[in-house]
């Protein structure tokens, strides 16, 4: 079963900092990487989506990178804002295990001002 | 696109009862997935549909749930009977064929008392 793990669970910076959310998996035989937002008590909001050919996806501040050699993803976030306060998931589609993706537990993420 | 839509927002029910959930998945897409999120366990997937026909219901937690697709634009899930460790978010996605990442709706936060 593809594990996914995200670190750090919780992290706290203040507005400005630029920063860096990590997620790893177990199986290298992904098709494809999925990061998303939730902000409490709300729905999952995708952010970026990476093919398995691709290195790395950028929207806006967001810049999500996938190495599946080495089983990892980051998602890097430039100038943080308060207004990016939420919990971040990362979610791995893989190619030989249906159709589903499987979630890491997120990071939860405080921008103060 | 009105995105995937998922009614009611929130249910309170007594131990015991049926529960339904419902979801429209966004017009066009063809797979359609429910997952329950707990603070415990995070997101699970809980059985997912394809052209409406059930793949893959392995993560359905015992025969007290169950789900219909009975066509391209509606499912439901239900919780028959409902005990208190039921209580979750539950989420349903839709995507258009594989590779093309999900779209969440807003969810079901759902207590059983």
């Known amino acids: 079963k593809q594990e996914v793990t995200q670190i750090p669970a919780a992290l706290s910076v203040p507005e400005g900092e630029n920063l860096v959310l990590n997620c790893s998996f177990t199986?290298?035989?992904?098709?494809?990487l999925q990061w998303f937002r939730q902000d409490p008590g709300k729905g999952l909001t995708s952010l970026l989506l990476?093919?398995?050919?691709?290195r790395e996806q950028t929207s806006g501040r967001l810049n999500a990178s996938l190495d599946k050699s080495s089983g990892r993803s980051t998602l890097y976030i430039a100038a943080s804002q308060p207004g990016d306060s939420a919990t971040y998931l990362c979610?791995?589609?893989?190619?030989?295990?249906?159709?589903?993706?499987?979630f890491g537990k997120g990071t939860s993420l405080l921008v103060t001002p | 696109d009105a995105g995937v839509i998922q009614s009611p927002r929130h249910e309170v029910t007594e131990m015991g009862q049926e529960v339904t959930l419902r979801c429209k998945p966004i017009?066009?897409?063809?797979?359609l997935f429910w997952y329950r999120q707990t603070m415990m366990r995070g997101l699970e997937l809980l059985i997912y549909?394809?052209?409406?026909?059930?793949i893959d219901d392995s993560g359905m937690p015992e025969d007290r749930f169950s789900a219909k697709m009975p066509n391209a634009s509606f499912s439901t899930l239900k919780i028959q009977p409902s005990e208190p460790r039921d209580s979750a978010v539950y989420f349903c996605?839709?995507?258009w064929g594989t590779g093309r990442g999900y779209t969440f709706g807003s969810g079901t936060r759902l207590t059983v008392v």
């Open positions: 996605a839709s995507s």
């Open positions: 199986d290298s035989a992904i098709y494809n």
């Open positions: 990476i093919q398995s050919s691709q």
């Open positions: 979610a791995v589609f893989l190619l030989n295990s249906g159709y589903a993706l499987n």
């Open positions: 017009s066009g897409h063809d797979y």
């Open positions: 549909f394809n052209n409406n026909v059930p």
